[in-house]
Nanobody
Framework: QVQLVESGGGLVQAEGSLRLSCAAS????????MGWYRQAPGKGRELVAR???????NYADSVKGRFTISRDNAKNTVYLQMDSLKPEDTAVYYC????????????????WGQGTLVTVSS
């Protein structure tokens, strides 16, 4: 069984910063893409940023230049550094990972974390 455990959410004032962490644990052979998604009240879940195992990143337009995604493959951990936060960044942030359980590519499993709340006050 594989688990993703997020940490680092909380309350911050506008223009402040927060750093989210997400650690994967369990029966893991390897991890392909890792990413962060968010869901604001009354809205659907949306991509924030993703990073490949090789370090290629992509971001939602709304966070480009303010958020930075990174990962530590040795620790099976992905980070999201959030700077210049805005009230519209308020949401539950979810970690996501494409985990391979064995050397076979057919063993890949998409796993989600439980979510961590980020609240940005104006």
């Amino acid at each position: 069984q594989v688990q993703l455990v997020e940490s680092g959410g909380g309350l911050v004032q506008a223009e402040g910063s927060l750093r989210l962490s997400c650690a994967a644990s369990g029966n893991i052979f390897g991890i392909n893409d890792m990413g962060w998604y968010r869901q604001a009240p009354g809205k659907g879940r949306e991509l924030v940023a993703r990073v490949s195992s090789g370090g290629t990143t992509n971001y939602a337009d709304s966070v480009k230049g303010r958020f930075t995604i990174s990962r530590d493959n040795a620790k099976n951990t992905v980070y999201l550094q959030m700077d210049s936060l805005k009230p519209e960044d308020t949401a539950v942030y979810y970690c996501n990972a494409d985990v391979r359980l064995t050397p076979s590519r057919y063993s890949e499993l998409e796993v989600w974390g439980q979510g961590t709340l980020v609240t940005v006050s104006s």
